[in-house]
């Protein structure tokens, strides 16, 4: 399998650590509801609390918030002051080990730019934000305020509790125990998703270290994660794709910091899909180098959940073959290549010329997509140049590929025949040992190296095989 290296996007020129709280001041948010109190908007925070950290991740800006500072306990939303007709304890979630549950969304919720409608909650004191649910949540696209191995079905008191108020999304893991480590007593926190894409991590019950619960069974992880997902192709099985998870970005928290009544507060900053024009696409001052593809008319910087149809569109040879200054200059894009459905740009001038003059006049289309140093692919199969008359060279191949294809299909019901009445024989033997169950691909794409959670209330579609890669 193909690994992706890992991608280091360019550091940020002189960016202000308070970044995130400046750009909350210009464009305040819309007020909450009422009947809601707890739930902070941005511009409520106070900007002059004393902040433990104050990082940079690219795509996020995280603080956290120490146990004396009033801003922690200020962001722990109290479930008691809510509307009890929108607090919803999940059933199986409080009563299962290993399970995770769908839950819409009532707002847009932007994640690394990319807008969700719905998320799995997991028992294990996680939100998976991927689009589809297999068998290794904990491998990434996640939120997670504290990943472990949590088993309410322990305690009669551990409970799992969302609800949603148009706004915001709060999710809480109330009295969770440990399941292999049932003494060391309960935890309880909750972690909000806003609609601005602000995410806010509250501690109210964290009995240890959170460096000192134990990994061998569960992943203990505190942060964001995302990926893209890449279908490959299996050659020894026909109609049959993987999907194999790249990693592009994580966001992991200081375990030590994570104490009872703490919060961590993460702002996202731009990205690259936020802009919807070439020209504010390439102008674009932000932590990426954003380009402009024109076949799928979006900017990206090669590294979000789009980045097969990025690859698929030829975007990268697109990016790479014009510089940045005239990436802007096609405007009719109107030329379609055969046998696709996707609309290209207009070749440049230099090719033009190239074409014009290294091909002859035809009114077909080219077989091929027209690269520099390339333009031989433009000649037609049939084209009459250099033939000398009275050859048939496309008669005689095809003849010979006819009587070839004639062979190979009788030597096949042959040897069928063959391995049928003589199971024993060597030819038989040979292929019982090779056949598909015992393929490296299926032994791999069955193993895993992540704890497996089932679905709670599944809609009917069977269970992928994923394939976790190394980060990029």
């Known amino acids: 399998i193909h690994r992706w290296r890992r991608w280091l996007p360019p550091k940020p020129r002189n960016m202000d650590s308070n970044r995130a709280s400046q750009e909350q001041d210009q464009d305040p948010e819309q007020e ?10 941005a511009e409520e ?19 956290t918030y120490n146990p004396s500072d009033p801003m922690s306990k200020d962001l722990w939303v109290d479930i008691d002051q809510m509307d009890k007709n929108k607090v919803k304890i999940h059933g199986i979630l409080s009563n299962t080990h290993r399970q995770a549950a769908r839950v819409n969304l009532s707002f847009d919720f932007p ?42 079905s322990v305690s009669r008191n551990s409970t799992v509790i969302y609800f949603d108020n ?21 935890f309880t926190f909750q972690a909000t998703l806003h609609n601005t894409g602000r995410i806010v991590f509250a501690y109210k019950e964290i009995p240890i270290e959170v460096s000192q619960i134990s990994s061998v069974n569960h992943p203990v992880k505190v ?21 194999t998870i790249y990693e592009y970005h994580r966001v992991e928290l200081t375990k030590t910091k994570i104490t009872n ?5 993460m702002m996202p900053l731009p990205t690259c899909l936020q802009f919807t024009s070439c020209s504010a696409c390439i102008s674009s001052q932000i932590n990426f180098n954003c380009s402009w593809c024109h076949r799928l008319n979006r900017c990206s910087s090669g590294f979000d959940r789009h980045r097969q149809d990025w690859v698929d569109n030829s975007c990268p040879d697109e990016v790479s073959n014009q510089t940045k200054d005239k990436m802007c200059d096609i405007i009719d894009t109107t030329y379609v290549y055969p046998f696709t459905t996707t609309i290209a740009p207009k070749t440049t001038s230099r090719s033009k010329e190239a074409t014009a003059r290294d091909v002859p006049s ?65 030819a038989s033997l040979f292929l019982i040992e090779r056949r598909p169950s015992r393929w490296p ?10 704890p497996a959670y089932a679905e709670v209330e599944p809609v009917g579609q069977e269970k992928e095989g994923f394939i976790e890669s190394e980060q990029c």
């Open 166 to 186: 148009g706004t915001a999304l709060v999710v809480q893991w109330d009295h969770v125990h440990l399941q292999d480590n049932y003494n060391l007593g309960s």
């Open 32 to 41: 909450e509801p009422e009947g809601f109190p707890g739930l902070l908007s």
């Open 441 to 450: 691909a299926m032994k791999f794409r069955r193993g895993s190296g992540h």
């Open 111 to 152: 994640f690394y730019g990319h807008f969700l409608r719905e998320i799995t909650v997991a028992t294990g004191g996680f939100i998976y934000t991927g689009d589809v649910v297999h068998r290794m949540l904990t491998a990434t696209q996640y939120i997670a305020p504290l990943m472990a191995n949590f088993d309410p």
């Open 261 to 265: 009544s703490t919060a961590v507060e």
């Open 45 to 63: 925070t106070d900007n002059s609390s004393q902040i433990d950290e104050d990082t940079d991740h690219n795509y996020y800006t995280s603080k």
């Open 362 to 426: 035809t009114s077909h289309l080219p077989t091929s997509v027209p690269t520099e140093g390339k333009v031989e692919n433009m000649l037609p199969a049939d084209s009459a140049v250099d033939r000398k008359p009275g050859t048939h060279p496309l008669h005689t191949g095809l003849i010979l590929g006819i009587l070839l294809v004639m062979l190979v299909m009788v030597g096949g019901v042959l040897v069928t025949v063959y391995i049928y009445h003589h199971p024993t024989s060597a």
């Open 223 to 243: 942060g964001l994660s995302d990926a893209f997902v890449v279908v490959h192709k299996i050659q020894q099985i026909p109609n049959v794709r993987r999907r």
